[in-house]
């Protein structure tokens, strides 16, 4: 008789002691397929590996985690993600339940609430931390513009150029990466300026630190 299916998880957080807690947390219940440290890796192994549920960090390096599972269902992926953050912040856990999120949980909280998020989401359902459910409903209700969030107004491939402006690239070096042309990565970025009501790099990358579209 074989033994029963366990569930495949694929871990995404930047942050290694974050992880490595994590691993022995999940272990006696799921099989930990793969760890990656930022939202473009996530996209590589979710299609490599084909986990049965994702958890992922919100702010990651490079891409974060809701531009990530954005671009997953994009592609056709309907894998379930649950989101692991110390943002305690509605807009976030609004975002990623727009985006398609099965769950959303604060990390101080993953030792009583993460294991049950997962569980929820292999089942199909949608877990919230109880901490924000009230509020986050009570957001959604409003609508994305009453609610208040710039960043719904930013585009993916803007927040890719966001990315990697913070990280200190050029607009040359931007576009070669994301195989753009200068003028279009310029673009985007005075587009992003332009919507934001902002005037300086500076500002757009004190923007992108405070809305947690980046992480240092």
Sequence with gaps: MSPPHRPRVLLADDHLL?????KSLLTPEFDL???????RELLEAARTLRPDVIVADVTMPHLNGIDALVRLRQG??????????MHRDVTFARRALE???SGFVLKHSAPTELVTAIRA???????????????????M?????????????????????????????????????????????EFHKYQMMETLGIR??????????????VDL
Excluded at 121 to 139: C, D, H, I, K, S
Aim: charged content about 20%; aromatic content about 2%; proline content about 5%.
């Design 33 to 39: 397929v793969g760890v990656v440290e930022d939202g």
């Design 99 to 101: 985006a398609g999120a």
């Design 18 to 22: 974050v992880a490595e807690a994590l």
């Design 76 to 85: 056709g992926d309907r894998v379930p993600v649950v989101f692991l953050t």
């Design 121 to 139: 989401a292999l089942q199909g359902r949608t877990y919230l931390t109880p901490l924000l459910a009230g509020e986050v409903l009570e957001a």
């Design 200 to 213: 300086t790099n500076a500002e757009l990358i004190r923007f992108a630190i405070k809305h947690g579209l």
């Design 141 to 185: 209700k409003q609508g994305p513009e009453q609610a208040g969030d710039p960043v719904a107004s930013i585009t993916p491939r803007q927040r890719e150029v966001l990315h990697l402006l913070v990280e200190g690239l050029s607009a040359k070096e931007i576009a070669s990466r994301l195989s753009l042309s200068v003028r279009t990565v």
